[in-house]
């Protein structure tokens, strides 16, 4: 008997041992493996004092049964894109999925009511959308709505005293009320997504940036315009020993902004902050990008200008010979264009700059702006992680230019490269001249 005790007690000593030992690995993992809510917490409550949300290459899922929901989009493409990511940022840190927003076909002037809506889905393409940013942000169908409980509406200020630190406030309070945790939806009204502050780095916009990707219709347009370039190219260089073997030919996009209204918008902005690199004019820019080095000439120069300038020819004149100039209609693709509203022409346009081997744009134009930032992000992921010492040993069909800004001696336009160490969108946003590498280029 005392045998088969000692047997017995010693068997569980060894059970409880070994549960001990499950237990005190559980706690291990707990310790140096938190759970999704808590490692979500512990990013939010870090990034508070700095106003950044989310740290590089950090992904913590939000929510998928809990939403956000915010007024309709509106302005230029470029800034509809601002706003649709300063959205998703925003519902990311109330930890709330993004309802599926409305952009706007048309440009936003005055006449509100005359704004053509655009479902997020009839351009880019949600589930592709969902499954790149899959961890960072979301964006959610209407249908996924319970509508068991009433929204909460908040009011985002507007004017001179909600300043970036009220709002941050506001948020930062949203979160902090746990009467609104339990509930399915809040609504932010009154005030266009675009011009709310700015609370995110640079890295962040260009992670939801980088998830767009547009709708499969779209997308064949797109590349049947560079189709078409490539293939003039390839025409004009038939002559040209240079051409070797290789079919692609490359090309050079050049966002002109000469527009009358633009002009006097950029004229005036001058004479407000004292600078004088703001505005370009047509000869000028035909003599910046004349002078950029390593162009293999003849070169197609594809022009993404304003529909009001496509009657005027005078734009494909005056150019340095060998540089051969072409628009949407000279080029032969107007009907693929005109089948389209606004939004989603502007949205052709931008990827045939961006997937130029060389881009000139002015760095006072979101739009030349945010083509400059997808192609600092391309050049990342080819592996190119020191942008600013490497500036030299970069391919030249990698490069970007600002065409407003003179880069030496030589006429040549100031290489372009977005700052990714940023911590804000400002001069994206609204523009600068600051764009050397004297400000930090470098993604390390």
Partial sequence: MGLANWRVRSCNFQI????????????????????????????????????????PNLRVAVRKDKFLEVPQIVWGLNNQKI????????????????????LSASLFYKEVE??????????????????????????????KLSNKTDPFEMQKGSGRKWTKERDLEQ??????????????????????????????????YAEIFGCLTLINDIENDVVKVISKIREIGIKVKTNSTNTGSNPVVPYIAVHMRIEKDWMIHCKKWEQRTGMNQICSSKQEILDRVSHIMGINLPAVVY???????????????????????????RLGVWEIYKKY???????????????????AGNSFSTFSGLVVLSRTQRLLKLGFKDLCSNQDQLDIRF??????????????????????????????SYGTNNISCDANMSNS
């Fill in 399 to 428: 490069h970007s230019y600002a065409y407003n800004i003179l880069g030496g001696k030589t006429g040549a336009p100031k290489l372009w490269m977005t700052d990714m160490a940023d911590l804000s969108l400002q001069r994206i």
């Fill in 171 to 204: 948020l930062k309070e949203l979160t902090n009320d746990k009467k609104l945790h339990d509930l399915e939806l809040v609504r932010i009204v009154g005030k266009n997504p675009f011009l709310w502050h700015d609370h995110w780095p640079v890295r962040d």
């Fill in 341 to 359: 509203p606004y939004l989603i022409q502007s949205a052709i346009d931008f990827e045939v700059c961006s997937r130029a081997d060389i881009f």
């Fill in 16 to 55: 409880k041992l070994i549960i001990a030992i499950v237990i005190f690995i559980l706690l291990l993992r707990a310790v140096f493996s938190p759970s999704p809510s808590f490692a979500w917490f512990q990013q939010r409550i870090s990034s508070y004092g700095a106003t950044r949300i989310t740290e």
């Fill in 114 to 143: 005359l704004l053509q809506p655009m479902r997020f889905d009839k351009i880019f393409d949600l589930e592709k959308f969902n499954s790149l940013c899959d961890g960072f942000v979301q964006v959610g169908q209407y249908s």
């Fill in 303 to 329: 022009l993404a200008i304003a529909d009001s300038l496509l009657e005027d020819d005078s734009v494909l004149k005056g150019w340095k010979t060998g540089l051969m100039p072409y628009e949407k209609r």
């Fill in 83 to 102: 706003a649709l990511a300063r959205s998703l940022l925003t519902a990311r840190f109330l930890n709330r999925t993004l309802l599926m927003p409305s």
